[in-house]
């Protein structure tokens, strides 16, 4: 095994956001200066961190087709007027290269089916980070509206990563809604609540309960990279 193994890309990440604790942070340092590896990784981590902070700022709140606000519909009616939504694209930085790069030719079309192009379906990662219930019911709301505005029989993939105060849309003994999680994830809407937030919390005492059926198994940083790597649509509440 290499030395620059023993560290986990948990680790990297906590040097990164400056968590770790002086012993930690002098040994990956020294290791660093010995292996190249370990130098790229951690350039890469800074990268990714930049990366996604700057797709945290500044971006324009999210609108369906046409212009039109986000509205209330079905079992969310009787909630509260949805919040804002920021979204942001993949037309910058490398993840956009890497997205387009990566991606395959479709199979050969017929001459009759070349005048009609066909589109990609869209997939989407929610990102709640508010604990304000009108923000947290606007992500519930634009999932419904992304899971009923699929083409056609094109399925659509959505998420939710919560982290924190966001998280508390996910805590089975503080969340209003529920009922409203568990009919979406009925229609295959898949929720993540942070490990980072999460053991954060624990450390304060606070017993985490989660909602049934929420993922805890990723860091909200992780699970944005991964899926705005793999091409997917982001907004974040």
């Known amino acids: 095994m290499n030395k620059d193994e023993h560290?986990?890309?948990?680790?990297?990440?906590?040097?990164?956001?400056?968590?770790?604790?002086?012993?930690?942070?002098?040994?990956?340092?020294?290791?660093?200066?010995?292996?190249?590896?370990?130098?790229?990784?951690?350039c890469q981590q800074r990268k990714v961190k930049e990366l996604v902070k700057h797709a945290y700022e500044d971006v324009p709140p999210a609108r369906r087709p046409g212009g039109t606000p986000l509205a209330r519909t079905g079992f969310l009616a009787r909630a509260l007027a949805a919040g804002i939504l920021l979204a942001v694209g993949l037309s910058a930085g490398f993840i956009g290269h890497n997205y387009f790069d990566s991606r395959q030719e479709g199979p050969v079309l017929s001459a009759s089916a070349v005048s009609e192009p066909v589109a990609e379906i869209e997939n989407y990662l929610l990102h709640v980070v508010s604990g304000e219930p009108e923000h947290m019911l606007a992500a519930l709301e634009q999932a419904r509206y992304l899971l009923e505005s699929g083409d056609g029989d094109q399925f659509r993939q959505v998420e939710i990563i919560a982290n924190e105060k966001g998280l508390n849309l996910l805590r089975s003994d503080i969340t209003p809604f529920a009922e409203e999680i568990s009919a979406?994830?009925?229609?295959?809407?898949?929720?993540?609540?942070?490990?980072?937030?999460?053991?954060?919390?624990?450390?304060?005492?606070?017993?985490?309960?989660?909602?049934?059926?929420?993922?805890?198994?990723?860091?909200?940083?992780?699970?944005?990279?991964?899926?705005?790597?793999?091409?997917?649509?982001?907004?974040?509440?």
């Not at 290791?31 to 790229?40: F, I, K, Q, T």
């Not at 450390?203 to 992780?222: F, I």
Request: aromatic share 8%.
């Open 7 to 42: 560290f986990s890309e948990e680790q990297l990440n906590a040097f990164v956001d400056g968590e770790l604790d002086p012993e930690e942070k002098s040994r990956l340092f020294n290791e660093a200066e010995r292996s190249a590896e370990l130098d790229s990784r951690l």
């Open 184 to 237: 979406l994830q009925e229609n295959n809407v898949v929720f993540y609540a942070c490990s980072k937030t999460i053991e954060r919390l624990e450390e304060k005492g606070v017993k985490v309960m989660l909602v049934p059926h929420a993922n805890p198994d990723y860091t909200a940083l992780d699970r944005v990279v991964t899926r705005m790597q793999a091409g997917w649509k982001y907004e974040k509440i």
